[in-house]
């Protein structure tokens, strides 16, 4: 993955094997377009807890919850999203 310091604008390469982006009051889903279903402000669209429509990708906290957005919210709900991705991992090693 490609970070960019925005202060100064450089850029380094991290190998990484999972993502947990934070954002303001605008859900950072940007990257996500046209891969993860999304409405029309930019929120990731989830079903049964933290699913998305793409197997094995869960989301969590703000940018899926456009109503409460709060950090206990986003906690409580990546707490979700992590038994979620354990219980598919746990399947597909089956």
Do not use: W
């Not at 009051?25 to 996500?32: I, L, M, R, Y």
């Not at 409580?76 to 979620?84: K, P, R, T």
Request: glycine share 10%.
């Amino acid at each position: 993955m490609t970070l960019r310091n925005t202060q100064d604008g450089t850029t380094k390469t991290v190998a990484v094997e999972g993502v947990f982006v934070a954002i303001g009051h605008d859900p950072n889903t940007k990257v996500f377009k046209g891969q993860l279903d999304m409405d029309e402000n930019g929120y990731l669209i989830t079903s049964h807890g933290p699913k998305t429509n793409v197997e094995g990708v869960f989301a969590a906290g703000d940018v899926q919850d456009h109503h409460y957005r709060q950090a206990i919210t986003a906690a409580g709900s990546g707490c979700m999203a992590a038994i979620e991705a354990e219980r598919y991992l746990s399947a597909k090693s089956a």
